[in-house]
């Protein structure tokens, strides 16, 4: 295939995935000058943001809020350098309402600080020294995030970008870079509080993908802390795919090519460096190879390996088989009339049940709520959206896919019964999705979503860089600092922006 690149003069960029990691690295590269080619086997770019269309109705695939549209939050510095308009949204307060086992009253995670405050010394008696240093924590961390640190540092140029991040305010979290969780609940003499602890379970489980047990502290500190004021999450009007589209059309307008449909299948790598890719057309089954100067990896870490076959460097290739089992997700779509949804519903809420049940890994389920007039549903209709964590490999080695799936459906709708008015003649629509969905759709490996987990070994300092092992090879997404949500995959891309540059520079 000819005339991919618009422009072989400058210098070429070929970024795998058009996930909001891939789209954002790519519009900021093509704005900077480069000429960027995106690539995605799915249909629609968005990753696990993007959305799919039913009968009217409109589904968020996986992420339902979006953190960093508050100014100086990381969208908006990126919207702005890109000179697009922020997607019009709506704060999300409360950011969550969570109902603990056999409870009716919800634990509101207000966006107001004040009242916050108010509901977590109500909700958990005793506990605010340990909240209060989780405050102490964010603010330190989001200053010190704020600056643009290079995390972890892999050559000189990333330690200065580091070390330029610090100020004598950062060093209030030195002493709990090795704490988790855990450790400062016990600090506080909480270690035994049982239902503070399953409630960090289960907002920590969506941040960072294990319980407070593991959680790293500094990781979430930032976490808990940045759904309240002057930060806040947000629901987009329309649906999250338009948060992909604008990128697109910053991307196309300064000169860079996204081709949908098109699977990268290897990584060339030759005397330690990345030089091309191996490019399949699904349409066509045309395959050939595209040099470019860096090439920019927004997949998980595991299906980086994979690309790189045997020029995997051995030590990075073991570090990333001993990591943990990571989650996938079960996800039930529902398309509901209105009068399915109770009065005043927050647009997310989270609940845990006492039964045992297919329900997930922690036996809850996590709810997005449509609201009339955000676009996702006809007058008088609603979106209903449902996820639990899952162990992925149950979904590859059942002998009856199709039976476990429609289990795992029937005892999520049955659930949700218990909050929204869910009878056949209120329910217009229902779709499910597993690890097997997921992995087909994003080509994540077995489906994983979230990703690898924000354990003391694999946070910040200690986790993946965006500098791979091999020259001109970066790796964007949430295998790398700081983890999961668009916020923290645009992040890592503005790294990877900056590293490039510096790298072209020299």
């Known amino acids: 295939m000819s005339n991919v690149f618009i422009d072989k003069n400058q210098p070429r960029v070929i970024v795998i995935g058009a996930g909001i990691g891939g789209l954002t690295a790519g519009a900021l590269l093509a704005r900077r000058g480069y000429s960027v080619l995106i690539l995605d086997q799915a249909l629609v770019p968005g990753g696990c943001a993007s959305t799919f269309k039913r009968q009217g109705f409109t589904f968020d695939v996986g992420a339902t809020q979006v953190a960093g549209l508050e100014p100086g939050g990381i969208h908006h510095r990126i919207f702005l350098e890109l000179e697009i308009d922020l997607p019009e949204a709506t704060p999300c307060d409360p950011a969550c ?21 108010e509901e977590r010394q109500k909700q958990f008696p005793g506990s605010e020294p340990f909240w209060q240093l989780m405050a102490t924590l964010f603010n330190a961390s989001w200053e010190f995030q704020g600056r643009d640190p290079v995390l972890p540092p892999r050559n000189l140029w990333d330690l200065w970008q580091l070390t330029q991040a610090v100020r ?46 593991e959680t790293a502290l500094l990781y979430a500190a930032t976490a808990l802390s940045v759904s309240q004021l002057p930060q806040g999450l947000f629901h987009l009007q329309g649906s999250m795919q338009v948060l992909s589209d604008r990128l697109v059309q910053a991307l196309e307008r300064d000169g860079g090519k996204l081709l949908m449909r098109h699977t990268v299948e290897h990584i060339e790598v030759e005397n330690g460096k990345a030089g091309a890719v191996v490019i399949r057309n699904q349409k066509t089954g045309e395959v050939w190879t595209e040099a470019a100067d860096h090439v920019v990896a927004n997949v998980t870490v595991q299906n980086l390996v994979q690309l790189l076959g045997d020029q995997a460097p051995s030590g990075y290739k073991h570090r990333v088989e001993k990591l943990p089992q990571a989650s996938g997700a079960f996800v039930v779509y529902l398309g509901v009339d209105a009068s399915a949804v109770p009065l005043e519903c927050p647009p997310h809420l989270q609940f845990m049940y006492d039964a045992n049940g297919p329900i997930g890994e922690n036996n809850s389920l996590f709810v997005s709520v449509s609201h009339p007039g955000d676009g996702r549903a006809p007058d008088g209709k609603a979106t209903i959206i449902a996820s639990s964590f899952v162990d992925p490999t149950q979904w590859w080695r059942t002998q009856d896919y199709q039976r476990l799936k429609q289990k795992y459906t029937q005892e999520a709708i049955a659930r949700l019964a218990q909050y929204f008015y869910l009878k056949p003649e209120t329910i217009v629509y229902q779709e499910a999705a597993t690890p097997r969905t997921f992995a087909h759709f994003t080509a994540r490996d077995r489906g ?22 091999i020259n001109h090879l970066w790796l964007v997404g949430d295998s790398t600092h700081p983890g999961e949500g668009t916020a923290g995959v645009s992040y890592s891309a503005l790294t990877v922006v900056r590293q490039i540059e510096a790298e072209l520079k020299r």
Request: charged fraction near 15%.
């Open 97 to 117: 309402a969570v109902y603990l086992p056999g409870e009716v009253t919800p634990i509101n995670v207000w966006r107001d600080q004040q009242k916050w405050q």
């Open 448 to 469: 994983i979503v979230g990703g690898i987990g924000q354990r003391i070994p694999t946070f910040g300092p200690f986790g993946f860089a965006n500098r791979t092992p």
């Open 168 to 213: 004598p305010s950062t060093f209030i979290t030195a002493p709990f870079t090795l704490f988790t969780v855990g450790d400062a609940l016990r600090l506080y003499g909480l270690g035994n509080d049982q239902r503070l602890r399953t409630f960090l379970d289960l907002q920590l489980k969506l941040y960072s993908q294990v319980n407070a047990e």
